[in-house]
């Protein structure tokens, strides 16, 4: 596999394009840039390396944080949403990973038989029993949402 394909798809247009050649003789292994890539007849003889400026690459960083930011916003939608905040007052999803300080850490539960919010959230340590979610997010448990890796 060559080195262009394993470069991710970028939707725009390099800024600039470094070019090197490849074919022995006094121009071996010297890198042109310019605004184009260096064109030959002969197959192989140079390789072509797109640049982005730092401008270009901000504002798709930018785009692709605002992109994986709504998805999440989506997902949020569709999940419940915790009646309290954790400790630090941030909204609680259903699915959310909570943090104690000591570390301990779990996994915020829905359950939708139950009639009272009380017992409809609780955290899942992993043990056989589940934790009530209002009593671990509190002065006591001092709870925070991690963020979901």
């Known amino acids: 596999m060559s080195k262009e394909e394993k470069q991710p798809t970028i939707g725009i247009e390099p800024d600039a394009w470094a ?27 140079y390789s072509h390396e797109k640049l982005y400026s730092e401008k270009s690459v901000i504002g798709l960083m930018k785009a692709a944080y605002y992109d994986g930011y709504t998805d999440r916003e989506e997902e949020l939608r569709k999940m419940h949403k915790a009646p309290w905040t954790d400790f630090a007052g941030k909204d609680i999803h259903e699915g959310d990973i909570i943090e104690h300080p000591s570390g301990e850490r779990g996994r915020v539960v829905f359950l939708e038989q139950e009639s009272d919010p009380g017992d409809q959230w609780r955290v899942d340590y992993g043990e056989d029993n589940l934790s009530r979610l209002c009593l671990q997010v509190g002065d006591k448990g001092q709870a925070v949402v991690t963020p979901n890796v």
Request: proline fraction near 11%.
């Open 19 to 45: 070019t090197v050649t490849k074919c022995i003789g006094p121009g071996y292994g010297k890198t042109q840039y310019g605004k184009l890539p260096v064109q030959s007849i002969q197959p192989g003889y």
